[in-house]
């Protein structure tokens, strides 16, 4: 449970044009026992923000008319807002915004938001605070000096991942399959009489080949996904 003290509610005010993810993190956070404020109008979230002093802003990055790092420019004008971590949502940051988005917000998700971890992220972002400038000015050097050597080791682990990935989803999967063929051709006894005792051991094998293949795809679908998410 997201809670901040024992006197209320935790507030969170989300704004985001599209109502049907106001919907999910509302229902999301409502479950955690959070008071949650929603609006697909950044004047109105501004608005909201000025007279509720939430806990925590969620914004959408890009919206009609007013975007993301417009808003939280009008968020951070206001003196009373100053403690209240502001935290980026998008489905992507483009490259030539990333550094602006790093050096507005405290912190980023990606949308559509995980449902399980979101809470947990959530929980995070409003222990965590707002992001001291001179820690965000140090690790911006250090990403800065060392830049080159930190992007050649992503490039490098997002590498090995899609090679780890495209094993799991062949070299793996292809003699599973194999597998679990032979032993269901086997225990339905198309090859030769079996016990009872060997029919249920064969359909175990089969039963747990299954489960193994079905592991490997939510494997690979993870993999595919964290891939996707760095253009890899």
């Given at each position: 449970?997201?809670t901040?003290?024992?006197?209320?509610?935790?507030?969170i005010l989300?704004i985001d044009?599209?109502?049907?993810?106001?919907?999910?993190?509302?229902?999301?956070?409502e479950?955690?026992g959070?008071?949650?404020?929603a609006?697909?109008n950044?004047?109105a979230?501004?608005?909201?923000?000025c007279r509720?002093?939430?806990?925590?802003?969620?914004?959408?990055?890009h919206?009609?008319?007013?975007?993301?790092?417009?808003?939280?420019d009008?968020?951070?004008?206001?003196?009373?807002?100053q403690?209240?971590?502001v935290?980026?949502?998008?489905?992507?940051?483009?490259e030539?915004?990333?550094?602006?988005v790093?050096?507005?917000?405290?912190?980023?998700?990606?949308?559509?938001v995980?449902?399980?971890?979101?809470?947990?992220?959530?929980r995070?972002?409003?222990?965590q605070g707002?992001v001291?400038?001179?820690?965000?000015?140090?690790?911006?050097?250090?990403?800065k000096d060392g830049?080159?050597?930190?992007?050649e080791?992503?490039?490098?682990?997002?590498e090995?991942?899609?090679?780890i990935?495209?094993?799991?989803?062949?070299?793996?999967?292809?003699?599973?399959?194999?597998?679990?063929?032979?032993?269901?051709?086997?225990?339905?006894?198309?090859?030769?009489?079996?016990?009872?005792?060997?029919r249920?051991?064969?359909?175990?094998?089969?039963?747990?080949?299954?489960?193994?293949?079905?592991?490997?795809s939510?494997?690979?679908?993870i993999a595919?996904?964290?891939?996707?998410?760095?253009g890899?």
């Open positions: 449970m997201i901040i003290s024992a006197r209320r509610k935790t507030i989300y044009d599209s109502a049907v993810e106001r919907e999910i993190v509302r229902q999301l956070l479950a955690e959070c008071e949650v404020m609006t697909g950044p004047e979230g501004v608005e909201l923000a509720k002093l939430p806990d925590l802003i969620l914004l959408d990055l919206m009609p008319g007013m975007d993301g790092c417009a808003v939280v009008r968020l951070r004008e206001v003196p009373a807002l403690p209240v971590p935290v980026a949502l998008s489905a992507s940051i483009k030539e915004e990333r550094e602006e790093y050096a507005r917000f405290d912190g980023f998700l990606k949308k559509p995980d449902v399980d971890a979101f809470p947990v992220e959530v995070g972002f409003i222990k707002r001291d400038a001179t820690v965000l000015g140090d690790r911006q050097e250090k990403e830049g080159s050597d930190l992007l080791e992503a490039r490098d682990a997002l090995a991942l899609e090679k990935r495209a094993t799991m989803s062949h070299d793996l999967r292809a003699p599973l399959t194999v597998m679990i063929s032979y032993a269901s051709t086997v225990g339905k006894q198309k090859v030769g009489n079996l016990t009872e005792r060997q249920e051991m064969l359909d175990l094998v089969v039963e747990q080949g299954f489960d193994m293949d079905a592991l490997i939510e494997l690979v679908k595919r996904e964290t891939l996707d998410r760095y890899y």
